[in-house]
């Protein structure tokens, strides 16, 4: 079972579902939570944490040979993603805007681009108490998320293939959240009973849709706000798993980096009430 923590944008509590979650869950069975928002990983914060392995992450990019090149230019234009510039008198290469699709290294004729690795970030796992957390860290001035994000679930899948795997995806609608998704058995939408949480809610049900991915809803930091979210959900019909009671004692204990279901009860029965849901999905 792999189900991912997601949301149209940042802020909503998915850090805080991901990790309260993972924590509960594993009371009765093997979890593996994985940090996927490799530009801004937070969810260590709340974990006791011992080191138990890092890797570095590359991803390939073209090397210029200039000794074999005829200057042809035909690399330049075969890159959709203007990586590459074949100037008259030299090839440049932007890594950062490398999708390391090969393109441009496999059409060179004379073989003037072999692929290379280069580092963008390091894969770390660590030893909870009760679970193994991994997250992928992207290095300081790296652009390419979804090489890193990817890279982050087949560690956990190769290393973990049998345990329950909770993804807490980067926030948003675009690549990142789609990798961080697509092949997930179910995604869990947190939003906000605000007009701000509805707007960033229906592009998501949008993303996920386009995915054809089962998902459901849960509100956080429920009271405040409107009805607009739920009216939004009966109507599309999708399941509002749970409603999480907007409480000042939640953001202080999130403040302080510790988990909030094992102090707060009507936040720990929001978070069993998902841990049924999710458990029931056949
Ligand atoms: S395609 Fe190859 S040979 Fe042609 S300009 Fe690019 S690197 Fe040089
Ligand atoms: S590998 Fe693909 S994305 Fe990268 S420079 Fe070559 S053609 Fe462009």
Do not use: Y
């Given at each position: 079972m792999k189900l991912t923590i997601a949301s149209g944008?940042?802020?909503?509590?998915k850090t805080t579902v991901s990790t309260n979650l993972a924590s509960y869950l594993s009371q009765n069975r093997d979890v593996i939570l994985c940090?996927?928002?490799?530009?801004e990983p937070n969810s260590k914060l709340f974990l006791k944490t011992a080191l138990k392995n890092e890797e570095i992450f590359n991803k390939m990019v073209p090397s210029w040979?200039?000794?074999?090149?005829?200057?042809?230019g035909e690399c330049g234009k075969n890159c959709n993603f203007n990586a590459i510039i074949a100037l008259p008198s030299e090839i440049l290469v932007y890594p950062e805007l490398c999708?390391?699709?090969y393109a441009c290294s496999e059409l060179c004729p004379t073989g003037s681009l072999p692929m290379k690795p280069q580092k963008i970030g390091v894969i770390r796992e660590y030893e909870t108490k009760k679970f193994i957390f991994i997250e992928g860290r992207l290095d300081l001035?790296?652009?390419?998320?979804v090489p890193l994000i990817g890279g982050t679930i087949k560690y956990a899948e190769e290393k973990f293939k049998d345990s329950f795997m909770i993804f807490d995806a980067p926030p948003g609608t675009s690549c990142p959240v789609i990798e961080a998704s697509k092949d997930s058995d179910f995604v869990i939408l947190i939003t906000e009973s605000t007009p701000f949480g509805l707007n960033d809610l229906v592009l998501a049900v949008e993303t996920m849709r386009v995915l054809k991915k089962n998902f459901g809803v849960v509100i956080n930091r429920?009271?405040?706000?409107?009805?607009r979210v739920e009216e939004y959900c009966k109507k599309e019909n999708i399941p509002v798993i749970s409603k999480i009671k907007n409480d000042k004692e939640v953001a202080t204990l999130y403040s302080k980096g510790e988990l909030v279901y094992p102090h707060i009860e009507h936040f720990k029965n929001s978070i069993k009430e998902i841990a049924n849901f999710v458990e029931g999905i056949k």
């Open positions: 944008k940042g802020g909503t509590g940090d996927l928002d490799v530009e040979v200039s000794e074999d090149c005829t200057l042809c999708h390391s699709c001035g790296q652009e390419m998320a429920h009271g405040i706000g409107d009805d």
